[in-house]
């Protein structure tokens, strides 16, 4: 399949709608970036590489980090993991207090920011320095030693994060989260604020696409059952409450954040990943989301 030139093809056609949504001003050091930003990368697991636009510009991965937090927790809790959080899809905005109060302190899912935080008590418990072990973690999988946080948009979540310290307040007060609150808040603004390219996230998740494999570092990163059960929450609840709309039109698990990235999987085949920061009213990459959809109605192929 020539996938160079059904992403030029994309490009041409995106090009056209941008600026399209608005970009994400809640964390202020977000709100600068250009709405009229575009890259999308493919990697295969033959190996092929394909780029547009802006592939190799690095932007704030936000919420796509709750995968690679997801991976490592699952590696060490196993099975065990959903004692704490949860596997249905949400219903609800990703930072929605409501639904943790009537399921007792239990989020929803794993990507949910509740969820998410959930996940990162686990791993604070894991590792002993979490930071950099899990930095480490994220630039194996994308075959980047450059790969790096960005401590001014970390800063800038937490000095606007009210919403996240009322949700890790309330699952301690559930029992829910074992760490101190803030040594849990601190490692969750830091995994969000990575900085990452389209063909970082593309090469990132290659393990997802490949039965948990990496082919960069030659390990088995997840058994084949595990990356399905990553692979069917991201295609459930990757992209929050519009996950129904992301299956329907797209049709491929994904991952989406605030920061305009949103990366897919096909199992067995390739990996895609997009990033223009204006987002939908769910908080998707308006841009992003058409073009994954524009991506597997050109090349025929979805997990349907
Ligand atoms: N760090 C962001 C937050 O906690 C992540 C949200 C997202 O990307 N959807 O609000």
Redesign the pocket.
């Known amino acids: 399949m020539n996938y160079q030139e059904i992403l030029e093809e994309i490009q041409e056609e995106v090009r056209h709608m941008l600026p399209a949504g608005k970009v ?1 001003t ?2 202020p050091q977000l709100s600068s970036i250009s709405p009229h930003k575009f890259g999308m990368a493919v990697q295969t697991i033959d190996g092929d590489s394909f780029q547009v636009g802006e592939a190799f510009e690095h932007f704030s991965i ?3 980090s ?1 995968v690679y937090t997801l991976a490592l927790g699952f590696t060490f809790e196993g099975e065990k993991i959903w004692n704490r959080v949860g596997l249905e899809p949400s219903g609800t905005t ?2 929605s207090l409501i639904q943790l109060e009537y399921e007792q302190g239990i989020p929803r899912n794993p990507f949910v ?1 509740a969820g ?1 935080l959930v996940v990162s008590d686990i791993l604070v418990s894991h590792l002993k320095d979490p930071q950099p072990s899990f930095l480490d973690f994220v630039r194996q999988r994308a075959n980047n030693t450059y790969i790096q946080d960005d401590p001014l948009v970390a800063f800038s ?1 937490g000095q606007a ?1 009210f ?2 310290a009322a949700m890790a307040n309330f699952l301690k007060s559930f029992s829910n989260l074992t760490n101190e609150v803030e040594e849990v808040l601190k490692f ?2 830091f995994h ?2 990575l900085s990452m390219s389209c063909v970082d996230l593309a090469n990132g998740f290659l393990f997802l696409a490949n039965k948990g494999h990496c082919p960069w570092t030659n390990q088995t990163v997840l058994t084949a059952s595990q990356t399905k059960r990553v692979n069917a929450l991201m295609l459930t609840c990757g992209t ?1 409450d519009a996950a129904g709309d992301f299956a329907f039109n797209v049709g491929l698990p994904g991952k ?4 305009g990235g949103i990366v897919a999987v096909i199992p067995n085949r390739l990996t895609v990943a997009v990033w223009s920061p204006g987002l939908n009213k769910k ?1 998707n990459s308006a841009a992003g989301q058409y073009a994954l959809e524009l991506f597997t109605t050109k090349t025929g192929v979805s997990i349907f």
């Open positions: 994400a809640y964390i936000q919420s796509i709750k990703f930072n920011n998410a979540e994060g919403r996240n969750y603004y969000c604020s929050y989406s954040g605030v920061g908080g």
